[in-house]
């Protein structure tokens, strides 16, 4: 997930991965969005030593504005991108 200069996302959809790897958070625009209101999924996944995503844990969908603040938030608290994205077809 990338910000653009207006604050919009680029591409709004990516993994995460916790600091302990073993969690890894996936991003995604919501499909069914209403057209005047971005939503993301997010999908927390427990994960394998290698980050691979084994068992879903929860799923939420909230506002863009709010899914930046918590990509940010995690990043400020050592979760870090992953770098070879998983499903690259879904994301």
Do not use: Y
Request: charged share 25%.
């Amino acid at each position: 997930m990338t910000k653009t200069l207006n604050g919009e996302l680029a591409n709004s959809t990516g993994w995460l991965i916790n600091p302990c790897k073993k969690l890894v958070l996936f991003f995604i625009q919501d499909p069914k969005q209403e057209p005047h209101e971005v939503k993301v999924i997010t999908q927390l996944w427990h994960a394998t030593a290698e980050g691979i995503p084994i068992k879903i844990k929860n799923t939420r969908t909230m506002k863009l504005k709010d899914a930046l603040e918590t990509w940010e938030e995690l990043l400020g608290n050592g979760w870090e991108l992953v770098e070879h994205q998983i499903n690259k077809d879904a994301a």
